[in-house]
C-alpha cells in the first residue's frame, strides 16, 4: 500500500497539468510528455477512497527497459522556503526499483516492457490510504522525478512541477 500511495505521488509528479501547477522538463533521452495533454485534479485532495480521474499522452523515442529506477525527490514549502521530504516508509524523496512484475505497473494497465511510440493514459483512481497528519500534507510541493534505466544508468526522462495537495 505505502508503494502505491508513493508511486501516485510519482504519477502526480509527471502528470502535472499546466494550469494552477506548473511542469517542465528536465531532460533525458527517451521520455516526452505533452503538457496539453495533462488531466489531474487542482489541488490534488488526497483523502483516502476518493476517487480522481487522471490522463496524459507521453511520447517514447525507444523501447523502455523492463526494469526502471525512479528517484524523486519532493520538498515542501515552509515559510519562507522549501524543506526536503526524507524518505519514510517508501514515502517522500525516495528511489524506487519499478520491474514489470511490479503491482502498480499491473493495475495501471501497462503492457510491459513499454515500446516506442505514442501512449496514452487515462485511468480512475482511487487514493490509498496515506497515514500522514492533514497539516503536514497540505500545502505547496516542489517535485522532480528522474526515470533511468535500471541497467545502465541512462536517464530515459525527467520532470519537475510545482503542486498544491489538500487533505
Known amino acids: ?3 502505491k500511495a508513493a508511486l501516485f505521488v510519482a ?3 509527471v502528470a502535472t497539468p499546466a494550469t ?12 516526452k ?14 483523502r483516502a477512497g476518493r476517487q ?11 523501447d523502455l527497459p523492463d526494469r526502471l ?25 525516495c528511489t524506487y526499483d519499478i520491474a514489470c512484475n511490479n503491482p502498480i505497473v499491473t493495475q495501471l494497465g501497462i503492457k510491459c516492457p513499454v515500446k516506442a511510440g505514442d501512449h496514452c493514459l487515462n485511468k480512475v483512481i482511487t487514493i490509498p490510504n496515506i497515514s500522514i497528519p492533514s497539516f503536514l500534507a497540505s500545502g505547496q510541493y516542489k517535485m522532480r522525478m528522474e526515470v533511468r534505466s535500471y541497467y545502465s544508468g541512462e536517464m530515459l526522462g525527467c520532470g519537475q512541477a510545482q503542486l498544491a495537495i489538500s487533505t
Do not use: Q
Open 1 to 3: 500500500m505505502i508503494l
Open 11 to 13: 504519477m502526480v509528479m
Open 20 to 31: 494552477g501547477h506548473s511542469f517542465s522538463d528536465c531532460g533525458g533521452s527517451a521520455i
Open 33 to 46: 510528455v505533452e503538457l496539453g495533454s495533462i488531466r489531474l485534479p487542482d489541488p490534488i485532495v488526497l
Open 52 to 62: 480522481e480521474s487522471i490522463g496524459g499522452k507521453a511520447s517514447l523515442k525507444k
Open 69 to 93: 529506477k525512479v528517484k524523486l525527490k519532493v520538498e515542501k514549502k515552509i515559510l519562507w522556503g522549501y524543506v526536503t521530504v526524507p524518505c519514510v516508509n517508501e514515502l517522500g524523496s
